[in-house]
Nanobody, 120 residues
């Protein structure tokens, strides 16, 4: 059974940083792309970043390019999202998801989410 557990969310002031973690289990970790998504109140879920199954390619939404960095520790079956220069508009529940078919497929397995709140 695929399990994804996010952690690292919290309350931070604008300009601050957080590092989210996505701990994976129940599947062959490096066979799957891992994506980060977020959903703010009243808004649709949006893709934030993704790392390919080979871990050699990363993708970012325009809104976070230059501020967020996705990385992977395959020995720990964990993907990280380092978030710097946070803005109030980054406030959302952040989810990680796994998909064997790649970053641009429909993600089939999701974590429970972690809240990120950025105060102005």
């Amino acid at each position: 059974e695929v399990q994804l557990v996010e952690s690292g969310g919290g309350l931070v002031q604008a300009g601050g940083s957080l590092r989210l973690s996505c701990a994976a289990s129940g599947f062959t970790f490096d066979d799957y792309a891992i994506g980060w998504f977020r959903q703010a109140p009243g808004k649709e879920r949006e893709g934030v970043s993704c790392i390919s199954s080979s871990r050699g390619t990363t993708y970012y939404a325009d809104s976070v390019k230059g501020r967020f960095t996705i990385s992977s520790d395959n020995a720990k079956n964990t993907v990280y999202l380092q978030m710097n220069s946070l803005k109030p508009e980054d406030t959302a529940v952040y989810y990680c998801a796994a998909e064997r078919a790649g970053c641009f497929s429909l993600f089939g397995s999701w974590g429970q989410g972690t809240q990120v709140t950025v105060s102005s």
